[in-house]
Structures are given as C-alpha cells and as structure tokens.
C-alpha cells in the first residue's frame, strides 16, 4: 500500500498563503488520482482538490481561483498551493490516495 506524508501546515493570518505537500512511497505513475480533503472542528470532511495521472484537476467551488494543486512526477509528491486564505479554510488537510488510502494530515489556521 502506499503511504503518504503530508506536510507544509501551520498559523496564517487571512488573506496568506501556505503550500502544502504530500509525499508518496512510490510512484505517482501507479496510482490514478490524487486529491486533497479537509476536516474543519465540527464538519464532515470535504474534497478540497484532485489531480489525475494525466494532470487533469479538479477544485471544490468554495476554493476555485485560490487554491491550486500540482504534482512532481519525479519526486513523487503532490502540492496544494493556498493562496487567499480565509478563517473558514481552518481545517486539518488530508492527502488521499485513489480515494482510499490517506495521509495523516496537516494543520492549517488562518486567523
């Protein structure tokens, strides 16, 4: 199974940016998407973004035009670029593989 390592979290005021990574165990040529959720205190979590083997993407409609995800083939790491953040995007961010394999999170607070 492959195992994923995310990192890149941390306190932002609004109106910040952070990049998160997700870094995988083996190839990202192996697995056929990859996507980043969140958990907010309190709520379900949610799909944030997703990036396919081909690059095709995809993004929630509340983090369209802010956030952007990407991946290095040859690192084997995926990317979530926040920009434009906002006290409701305070959430613990999973990265997810194939839908059923998940990272154990990284924490993101925007005051």
């Known amino acids: 199974h492959v195992q994923l390592v995310e990192s890149g979290g941390g306190s932002v005021e609004a109106g910040g940016s952070l990049t998160l990574s997700c870094s995988a165990s083996?190839?990202?040529?192996?697995?056929?998407?990859l996507a980043w959720f969140r958990q907010a205190p309190g709520k379900e979590r949610e799909g944030v973004a997703g990036?396919?083997?081909?690059?095709?993407?995809t993004y929630a409609d509340s983090v369209k035009g802010r956030f952007t995800i990407s991946k290095d083939d040859a690192k084997n790491t995926v990317y979530l670029q926040t920009n434009s953040l906002k006290p409701e995007d305070t959430a613990v961010y999973y990265c997810?593989?194939?839908?059923?394999?998940w990272g154990l999170g990284t924490q993101v607070t925007v005051s």
């Open positions: 083996r190839p990202l040529s192996t697995l056929t998407v």
């Open positions: 990036i396919n083997r081909d690059g095709g993407t």
């Open positions: 997810v593989a194939d839908l059923n394999r």
